[in-house]
């Protein structure tokens, strides 16, 4: 499976983005799907996920409230939706995958393919 992001780009605080996660084979529906990201000088970290059914998701409590995962099988499509958005989001954003058991689904070491990753910056 190979990833493409796309979506970030520069915004003010408070502001909105979406970012997509399209995938070159129709086998993502084997897989969760995560967002994760990583600011300069920090480890990257897990942000959201998205059960390979899409009947659960799963965020980090830094995000939840503010960001939703989905995810269109149909379109081979994950997506993140961020609101509120604040200047500790700024990071490169990442989209993989995982075929971890749900009780590590936010161990970003536990995503295996990944994106090339997309720029967001939030700042005024």
Not at 30 to 37: D, S
Not at 73 to 88: C, D, F, G, H, P
Not at 104 to 121: E, F, L
């Amino acid at each position: 499976v190979q990833l493409q992001a796309s979506g970030g780009g520069m915004v003010q605080p408070g502001d909105s983005l979406r970012l997509s996660c399209e995938a070159s084979s129709r086998t993502l529906a084997q897989y969760h799907m995560g967002w994760l990201r990583q600011a300069p000088g920090k480890e990257r970290e897990f942000v959201a996920a998205v059960r390979r059914d899409g009947g659960y998701t799963y965020y980090a409590d830094s995000v939840k409230g503010r960001f939703t995962i989905s995810r269109d099988s149909a379109k081979r499509t994950v997506y993140l939706q961020m609101n509120s958005l604040k200047s500790e989001d700024t990071a490169v954003y990442y989209c993989a995958t995982t075929r971890v058991v749900i009780s590590s689904i936010r161990d970003a070491k536990m995503y295996s393919t990944w994106g090339q990753g997309t720029q967001v910056t939030v700042s005024s």
